[in-house]
């Protein structure tokens, strides 16, 4: 079966995207100094807005060069403060979408179930709040790592 020019081309940026996961991160070459090093004893808002909702990162927070953290998760190598700290950023952003898809689901269904049995001026305000919901945001973030040519 012949690709539509649309697949093909959904087909070639998924190889692209592939293609610099597998690459190596371009800037390590230009870092010399430890990450750990860069933060030093800066304080960071983090462990306090994290705090507030319950939730404590064990271990040397990014304060030392190599990590050592209680994980389920069992690592080959030790880990960095700039590996770590790369790494929660990408579990921050995914843990922050799985949220707010629940959150929008769950909200969504509960419009939905008022408007079966709302009147006609109660349902319309109902539509509009489902409408704004069903908008997206987006958050820009600096780029942390240089992968691919």
Do not use: C, W
């Amino acid at each position: 079966m012949a690709l539509s020019p649309a697949e093909k081309q959904r087909r070639f940026r998924e190889r692209q995207r592939e293609k610099a996961k597998a690459s190596p991160d371009q800037t390590k070459a230009v870092t010399v100094r430890p990450f750990s090093e860069f933060i030093g004893n800066r304080t960071l808002m983090l462990d306090e807005n994290l705090d507030a909702f319950g939730i404590q990162i064990s271990g040397n927070f990014l304060s030392e060069e190599i990590q050592t953290f209680d994980s389920e998760k069992q690592h080959d190598e030790p880990m960095t403060a700039l590996e770590r700290a790369t790494g929660l950023v990408g579990v921050f952003i995914d843990a922050a979408k799985e949220l707010s898809e629940l959150i929008n689901e769950y909200k969504i269904e509960e419009i939905d179930q008022q408007m079966a049995s709302a009147p006609a001026a109660k349902r319309i305000q109902l539509e509009t709040l489902r409408k704004r919901l069903s908008k997206r945001t987006s958050h820009f973030f600096p780029v942390i790592e240089v992968k691919g040519d």
